[in-house]
């Protein structure tokens, strides 16, 4: 990892995301976002429904059963658990709460950790996974007050090291928080709900580590907005103390309860990850020309294009009735980046025939 400028005296454009189907004319194919291709749980969808009288009362401001539930399914106390208004609310939350004067942020990665700290004011340094395939490491943070990690993560679909390397990285800095972000981590193969790989059981006896989850991804709620962190109980209370009052609606509650539930839908998730996303990942390197994808142990792929900017492809790619995400507004990446995600695999090979024809 080494430390590198960011080259953009206006950083508006790093904050553009994928999810362009979504302000597309006529039908596409999404590979642009990442999101469970099974689409939300039928027992979520009936619970939204039969929640629908809930809109006309005030919510539950401290989701009291939510909360429980994430707190059983995680093996954490209660009180650790912090919901929020999607796994990006809880960024900008953290942020506000740490009131950092410097931040440290491993890139290339999701730039929503970098618009948090130049709003809150912080000076950011950018730490880049240099090798051929952005493998991210431990680093110095050279006294940052909040590092962001993103495990898996996006775009590159890198893992960090193991849970005891990280832990050990982060007791050496006792003065810096270290927010992880999991959002993706439930939708990597092998990694399941939960994830073997999860920072969430090392929050006790870590006091300046932060994990933030999402549920909008694996259950498929991208609309409806869910998200958690589990803190210490210090920073859990000063996270629920800044915290906007009725962050988290009546109906998104009543379809995380649902969604928990559903054991069905995780185990249909559950094959799609170790069947097709494996798959996905192999047939995408079989792709010859100009699409050369890199090493990624989650649902997503980043490719390096040849010959080709990212923006030409996704407007070839976009004639065929497919979205892929331009990445060169990710931090360290120039303009030959694209990232895919694995949907399902009629989906996929409508994909890889496309990409064939590049």
């Known amino acids: 990892m ?7 005296p206006d950083p508006a454009p790093l904050f553009r995301h994928g999810d362009r189907a979504a302000r597309s004319a006529g039908e596409c194919l999404d590979f642009s976002v990442t999101v469970n291709p099974l689409g939300p749980p039928r027992s979520v969808l009936a619970a939204l429904r039969a929640g629908l009288g809930a809109v006309g009362r005030y919510p539950d401001p401290e989701a009291r059963r939510l909360t429980a539930r994430l707190a059983l399914v995680q093996g954490c106390l209660l009180d650790l658990v912090v919901l929020g ?8 939350l953290l942020t506000r709460t740490v009131r950092p004067r410097r931040v440290a942020i ?12 130049l709003l809150a004011g912080a000076e950011v ?4 996974a240099d090798a051929e395939d ?3 490491e431990p680093f110095d943070p050279e006294g940052a007050d909040l590092v962001w990690i993103c495990n898996p993560n996006n775009p590159t679909g890198r893992l960090w090291p193991s849970p005891d390397v990280l832990a050990a990285w982060i007791r050496v ?3 810096t928080v270290f927010a992880i972000d999991e959002a993706f981590l439930p939708l990597t193969p092998g990694n399941g709900a939960s994830g073997g790989r999860s920072m969430i059981p090392e929050v006790d006896r870590l006091p300046n580590l932060v994990v933030l989850r999402s549920l909008t991804k694996f259950y498929a709620l991208p609309g409806l907005r869910l998200g958690y962190a589990v803190a210490p109980r210090d920073w859990a209370d ?9 962050s988290v609606n009546a109906l998104a509650q009543a379809a995380g309860l649902a969604a928990l539930e559903a054991g069905d839908y995780q185990g249909r998730t559950g094959d799609w990850l170790a069947s097709e996303v494996p798959a996905f990942a192999a047939r995408l390197a079989e792709v010859s020309g100009r699409f050369c994808p890199l090493r990624s142990e989650a649902s997503f792929v980043l490719a390096r294009l040849r010959g080709l900017t990212a923006a030409e492809a996704a407007v070839r790619l976009g004639e065929r009735g497919i979205v892929v995400r331009d990445a060169s507004n990710f931090v360290g990446l120039d303009g030959h980046y694209v990232r895919v995600a694995a949907r399902t695999a009629e989906d996929n090979a409508r994909l890889l025939k496309a990409l064939a024809e590049l």
């Open 2 to 8: 080494r430390k590198i400028p960011r080259d953009r």
């Open 85 to 92: 208004n999607g796994a990006n609310d809880l960024i900008y």
């Open 106 to 117: 491993a890139e290339p990665t999701y730039t929503e950790y970098l618009r948090a700290a």
């Open 125 to 128: 340094t950018h730490w880049l």
């Open 134 to 136: 952005f493998r991210p």
């Open 173 to 175: 800095h006792p003065r």
């Open 238 to 246: 000063r996270l629920r103390a800044e915290a906007v009052p009725w």
